[in-house]
């Protein structure tokens, strides 16, 4: 559930991505640094890394005012995807109200994928997220790269499921922007109505994606 | 959410500079901005000892999105946001350890939890896998144990088993014999009777010179001799079969005494001149039981019982009742048992006899045909002397 200040006339977000080690998370967020033209934008802090991989965390905070003056911040995290620190990404991932999950397109790494989306449905029930209802989009990243999963290859395996899917190639910046956008989308859809978006503080879908995205009317 | 300290959570300027601290940031900072410098939290309120100075202007201290603190000094504006640029650097580097360390403590906290889960998960299991095989052990023992009895039980009933085809052979042949001598020395007495009508037919000086009338008293005697020992005879024959019990091989309603009675009379025949046999048997209501089983248990006791006396001493069989069991004693005047000997009386091979002498299984099936019918068999030495065998079987 985001977090209402109704005091300091603040909601925050709180949205994780997910995924398996090297899968291109962080590279996720740098690139929405670049891209997103939101009215707030903080800067990346990016935890203690070691040989490229994160240990902690990433965190990526954006944010603009609402018509009604709401201030609206989004704190975009990034989670460790090494099988060993499952403790920090269980941790990481608590209170999250959105989940990218970044998969790695190549073929040869889709054993991992599995496995660490497996490890996200087990972790969201320990933190006491509800599979069901939490926004998640799914991230087929690394599409620059050969041999990979193609995307009828990837829809086919996919179909059933109830998540979007994008294609990114994170390292150039295609597909970012998009997942970001749909996990809002979802994000909104879950929570626009319990929060009054539309009604009170003059935020309806479009509108919305506008303003996080930083995005010209 | 709030009320939790996550790591996520976003620092007020208090959680990363203590006021102390603040106050030294700012003296420090004084000469180098060249007047007051004053530290201001979120709200424009002074954080720490200093005051906003008069005329002062305000750089603000973002960390992520919005001021978290504010540096207040009358001075350039652009030595100011220098300065506040250096202590935003400090102030992040302290949310980034905050933020980190707490994590790390959550992670932790999360592992630990897991571990000590998982360590209670093992713990019971490891308890269950050590109750099993406790278990297991015990099982395999009373397996053995019934494996071991049933063995006995069935050498012990086959034992049975051919002496009843013995006894029942020896029956059949030996009462088709018994029939028609029986009844051939009835015949032979009445033919006495005619042969001695036939006197006064013979001359008297005849008669006399054969010795007639001895022969014809001789011949009676002889002959009611030979029905005698015949009808002993058929009377052994008959005891053997009930002995045996070849002719009632199941569960049956047997009244004890009955079968004690045809085993003494079995025994009789064995045993030396010099022994005496004794009974007392008080009345016994009927048992349910295997009268066949029960007697080779009481016969093997008996059996133990005139070894031990040898050649000379007494036996005494008794019987009697209670509201439950039966009970069964034999008594003998015997030696007695010795000490080392008792607790493995009824242990199966074990003997105190050379070899050949006894095959040290006869008291153990005694035991085994006792516990078979619900009952108990002890073995102890009698105060006056000797020892007692008590069989007490439940009703």
């Not at chain 2, 001075?75 to 302290?94: E, I, N, P, T």
Request: negative net charge.
């Amino acid at each position: 559930m985001p977090e209402l200040e109704r005091d300091a006339g603040r909601l925050t977000f709180k949205l994780v991505y997910y995924g398996p080690a090297q899968g291109g998370k962080t590279t996720n967020l740098m690139q929405l640094h670049d891209l997103v033209g939101a009215e707030m934008k903080g800067e990346l802090m990016t935890l203690e890394t070691q040989h490229d991989r994160t240990l902690f965390f990433d965190l990526l905070p954006l944010g603009f005012r609402a018509p009604s003056g709401l201030t609206i911040r989004f704190r975009l995290f990034t989670v460790p995807g090494q099988v060993a620190h499952d403790g920090t990404r269980k941790a990481v991932l608590s209170r999250a109200d959105g989940v990218v999950f970044v998969a790695d397109s190549q073929r040869t790494e889709a054993t991992n994928n599995g496995e660490s989306f497996q490890n996200l449905v087990e972790n969201l029930g320990r933190v006491g997220l509800d599979l069901e209802h939490l926004p998640i989009v799914v991230q087929f990243n690394k599409r620059d790269l050969p041999s990979i999963l193609s995307e009828d290859e990837v829809r086919e395996r996919y179909e059933g499921a109830p998540w979007p899917l994008v294609f990114a190639s994170a390292i150039s910046g295609s597909g970012v922007v998009q997942t970001f956008r749909v996990l809002l989308q979802g994000v909104w859809r879950q929570f626009a109505s319990e929060l009054e978006l539309d009604t009170v503080h003059g935020l309806d879908e479009a509108a919305f994606l506008r303003a996080a995205l930083g995005e010209a009317r | 959410m709030s009320g939790e300290a996550g790591f996520d959570r976003e620092f007020v300027l208090g959680e990363l500079i203590a006021a102390r601290d603040a106050d030294e940031l700012c003296a420090q900072l004084t000469p180098v901005l060249g007047a007051p410098v004053a530290l201001l939290d979120a709200t424009g309120a002074p954080f720490g000892a200093a005051a906003e100075p008069p005329g002062a202007i305000r750089a603000p201290l973002v960390l992520e999105l919005e001021p978290l603190a504010y540096l207040a000094c009358a001075c350039d504006a652009a030595a100011l946001k220098a300065a506040a640029r250096v202590v935003r650097w400090g102030l992040l580097s302290r949310a980034r350890f905050r933020m980190v360390s707490d994590l790390h403590l959550e992670a932790v906290r999360a592992d630990y939890a897991k571990l000590q889960q998982q360590n209670e998960a093992l713990r019971a299991s490891e308890a269950k896998y050590r109750e099993l095989a406790e278990a297991l052990d015990a099982k395999v023992k009373e397996q053995v144990r019934i494996i071991d009895e049933r063995q006995r039980q069935l050498y012990q009933a086959e034992r049975l088993a051919s002496i009843g085809q013995l006894a029942a052979g020896v029956a059949h042949e030996i009462n088709n014999p018994l029939g028609f001598v029986t009844s051939n020395l009835s015949s032979a007495e009445r033919y006495l009777a005619q042969l001695e009508a036939l006197r006064e037919y013979v001359p008297a000086e005849r008669w006399k010179t054969a010795d007639m009338d001895f022969v014809l008293e001789d011949f009676a005697e002889l002959i009611s001799d030979s029905q005698q020992g015949v009808a002993r005879i058929a009377r052994i024959v008959r005891d053997l079969k009930g002995f045996s019990s070849v002719d009632k091989p199941d569960v049956q309603l047997a009244n004890l005494n009955e079968h004690l009675e045809s085993l003494f009379a079995v025994i009789a025949g064995q045993k030396p001149a010099g022994v005496t046999l004794e009974s007392e048997l008080g009345p016994l209501p009927p048992l349910t039981c295997l009268p066949g089983h029960l007697n080779q248990a009481f016969l093997n006791i008996l059996q133990n019982a005139l070894q031990a006396v040898d050649q000379h001493g007494t036996v005494t069989l008794r019987s009697c009742a209670t509201d439950t069991h039966i009970i069964v004693q034999i008594d003998d005047d015997g030696p007695g048992i010795a000490a080392e000997v008792l607790p493995h009386i009824f242990d199966p091979f074990y003997t105190t006899r050379g070899v050949g002498g006894g095959t040290g299984l006869g008291l153990t099936v005694a035991r085994d045909v006792v516990l078979t019918h619900g009952g108990t068999i002890t073995a102890d030495n009698r105060p006056e002397g000797g020892a007692r065998f008590t069989v007490e079987l439940p009703l």
